[in-house]
Nanobody
Framework: QVQLVESGGGLVQAGGSLRLSCAAS????????VGWFRQGPGKEREFVGN????????NVGDSVKGRFTISRDNAKNMVYLQMNSLKPEDTAVYYC????????????????WGPGTQVTVSS
């Protein structure tokens, strides 16, 4: 079993950058694919990106392509979401989630979730 906790959220101006961190507990974390999702006010949960267990395969959603990237450090049990050129529409609660299955863009395929961290982008 894995426990996940996000950090690094906050208030930033449009055009700025933030790096979110996802800290995992559990010795088997390196076996997990990790996804990032977000949910803005009044919106459904949206796929942001994912990374496979080794970090060799990374996918990002169309709405963040070219601006966001994901990395991981299995030695530290950490996954990162680097967000650049932030826009007001990126305002949301951001979640990291873990899965032992193949990479997926569907939130239902992820078994373990962090509590989320708020990102607010002002115009």
């Amino acid at each position: 079993q894995v426990q996940l906790v996000e950090s690094g959220g906050g208030l930033v101006q449009a055009g700025g950058s933030l790096r979110l961190s996802c800290a995992a507990s559990g010795r088997t974390f390196r076996n997990y694919a990790v996804g990032w999702f977000r949910q803005g006010p009044g919106k459904e949960r949206e796929f942001v990106g994912n990374i496979n267990w080794s970090g060799a395969v990374i996918n990002v959603g169309d709405s963040v392509k070219g601006r966001f990237t994901i990395s991981r450090d299995n030695a530290k049990n950490m996954v990162y979401l680097q967000m650049n050129s932030l826009k007001p529409e990126d305002t949301a609660v951001y979640y990291c989630a873990g899965s032992l299955g193949p990479l997926s863009t569907t939130s239902d395929d992820y078994d373990y979730w962090g509590p989320g961290t708020q990102v607010t982008v002002s115009s």
